[in-house]
């Protein structure tokens, strides 16, 4: 059995090639790819409620003036939302079953142009709009009226901010 000698140069090359192939494998398995589907799920928006700010309200509403409206906004989505309108829904009620607060107050015109800030899960600060309510002149708009707290339901409109 006769063994042949390797060149210097055969040796060099095939040391170099095989250090490439190897190289080129761990290469390989370190940059493995693939493809498949990715998931996400939008959301579902809850409605913006109010909250009741009625202790804090300003005695500052008579028969054929405006007065001022105060509104708190509770925001429970878990983005923050910017409100940017608010109107009312339908007749202002009382507490009274003598004062029709239904053909007494009325909010004047919408608010529209806001940028109330509500935060994810929490409160605004409480809104004050001066001029917003009205209460109208004459009908049950009389002493039965005098120091009663009305309430006018609203409509917000917001956009996650």
Same mark, same amino acid.
């Given at each position: 059995?006769?063994?042949?000698?390797?060149?210097?140069?055969? $040796?060099?090359?095939?040391?170099?090639?095989? $250090?490439?192939l190897a &190289?080129?494998?761990?290469?390989?398995?370190w940059?493995?790819g %693939?493809s &498949?589907?990715?998931?996400a799920?939008a959301? /579902?928006?809850s409605?913006?409620?109010?909250?009741?700010? @009625?202790? /804090?309200?300003?005695?500052?509403?008579?028969?054929?003036?405006?007065?001022t409206?105060?509104?708190q $906004?509770?925001?429970?989505?878990?983005?923050?939302?910017?409100?940017?309108? $608010? /109107?009312?829904?339908?007749?202002?009620? @009382?507490?009274?079953?003598?004062?029709?607060?239904?053909?007494?107050?009325?909010?004047?015109?919408?608010?529209?142009?806001?940028?109330?800030?509500?935060?994810?899960?929490?409160?605004?600060?409480?809104?004050?709009?001066?001029?917003?309510?009205?209460m109208?002149? %004459? %009908?049950?708009a009389?002493?039965?009226?005098?120091?009663?707290?009305?309430?006018?339901p609203?409509?917000?409109?917001?956009?996650? @901010?």
């Amino acid at each position: 059995m006769t063994f042949r000698k390797f060149s210097k140069r055969a $040796i060099i090359t095939s040391l170099f090639l095989g $250090i490439l192939l190897a &190289g080129s494998v761990a290469f390989a398995w370190w940059t493995a790819g %693939g493809s &498949g589907t990715g998931y996400a799920k939008a959301a /579902s928006a809850s409605p913006l409620t109010t909250v009741d700010v @009625s202790a /804090s309200t300003t005695a500052d509403l008579y028969p054929g003036g405006t007065g001022t409206l105060k509104i708190q $906004i509770h925001n429970p989505n878990t983005y923050a939302v910017t409100v940017t309108g $608010i /109107s009312a829904t339908g007749p202002a009620t @009382s507490n009274d079953v003598n004062c029709d607060a239904a053909n007494t107050v009325t909010m004047v015109a919408p608010l529209t142009s806001l940028s109330i800030a509500v935060p994810a899960g929490g409160n605004s600060t409480v809104q004050t709009f001066a001029n917003a309510v009205a209460m109208n002149n %004459g %009908g049950s708009a009389d002493n039965s009226c005098m120091g009663k707290v009305f309430e006018l339901p609203v409509s917000l409109t917001g956009v996650n @901010s």
